[in-house]
């Protein structure tokens, strides 16, 4: 509890400065100073920042939370949803609150195989104000662009566990004129990454684990940093022109027999992908190499 004297202080600060303070404190919390005195009474609902976590808040609350925010212009807005399948009918009605505040950094995490029959809507690809978007899925969910994008202002994008095809990836970069930095964590059905008309693209970080088999080819001639995590079905850098860094790994997991294991026909392929990725590298100024990669890599050269 806070003393009357400490109370006192930090009722006296500026508006704007309780606001940033609320930012840091869970939303129902942050709600609750409306009960301190006059002076905090609607403090809250002019914060620039939200966060709602559907797995402790109930679809109802999160409207009356809703209802109740003024805030003309929102900075962040990070929406995590739980497994209750009720509330997929308002997960737009959400997204649609942000977007009409002019939201700059969109953070949506979507857990649970619930909402495999969810897709983005429409809209949501139609914005000026999103600066940054993290979307997250716990299960493979399908990202749909239908009719292209038009985030303007988009200088950061990551996608986990999203499953976009390479058309609804190149709608959506379309609309992206000045991204700068793009992940693909587990994006799967992704065949060739096209990044090549993404001029201000300069850092790109891709994970692919043993079950996720795109994107296959890399076409990034802007990119100045690369960070990927391969799997066994390596990828090709088809262009990567412009790289001075580089940050490379492959995941598989090893067995007991690493000589059998090792000279394998896929294995093979895959020491060859490795060389020929070296080979794209051979400009960057700064590579860094996982234990797998190097391990990869020593064995072509130890045995043959």
């Known amino acids: 509890m806070l003393t009357e004297e400490a109370e006192d202080l930090i009722s006296n600060l500026p ?4 606001q940033r ?14 009960l301190l005195s006059k002076r905090w009474r609607h403090v809250w609902c002019d914060i620039p920042s939200l966060s709602l976590k559907a797995n402790t808040l109930t679809a109802d609350s999160i409207n009356k939370t809703l209802a109740l925010y003024t805030a003309p212009k929102m900075k962040s807005f990070h929406l995590l949803i739980s497994p209750i399948k009720k509330n997929i009918p308002y997960i737009d009605t959400w997204i649609k609150f942000a977007m009409s505040r002019n ?35 716990t299960q493979k969910m399908v990202m749909e662009c ?19 095809s390479d058309e609804s990836m190149a709608k959506i970069l379309s609309g992206c004129p000045i991204l700068e930095y793009l992940r693909l964590y587990h994006c799967s059905r992704l065949k060739v990454l096209d990044l090549s008309k993404s001029l201000r693209l300069r850092t790109l970080e891709v994970n692919r684990n043993l079950k996720t088999r795109g994107p296959r ?4 001639p802007h990119i100045h940093c690369l960070r990927l995590l391969d799997s066994m079905r390596s990828c090709t850098l088809v262009d990567v022109a412009s790289l001075t860094e580089a940050k490379l790994d492959i995941c598989y997991v090893p067995t007991n027999k690493p000589f059998f294991e090792f000279t394998q026909p896929g294995f093979l392929q895959l020491q060859v992908k490795v060389l020929e990725m070296l080979e794209k590298l051979q400009n960057a100024e700064k590579l860094t190499f996982g234990s797998n990669f190097i391990q990869v890599h020593f064995f072509f050269f130890f045995f043959f």
């Open 21 to 34: 303070i609320l930012c840091f404190v869970p939303i129902e919390l942050a709600i609750k100073t409306s």
């Open 103 to 137: 939201v700059e950094n969109l953070s949506l995490d979507v857990r649970r195989p619930y909402y495999e029959e969810y897709k983005l809507p429409d809209f949501f690809y139609n914005s000026s104000s999103f600066k940054q978007l993290n979307i997250k899925f």
């Open 146 to 164: 239908r009719y292209g994008s038009s985030w303007v202002s988009l200088q950061k994008l990551l996608l986990s566990f999203c499953s976009l």
């Open 15 to 18: 508006v704007v400065i309780r």
């Open 217 to 220: 080819q890399i076409v990034a």
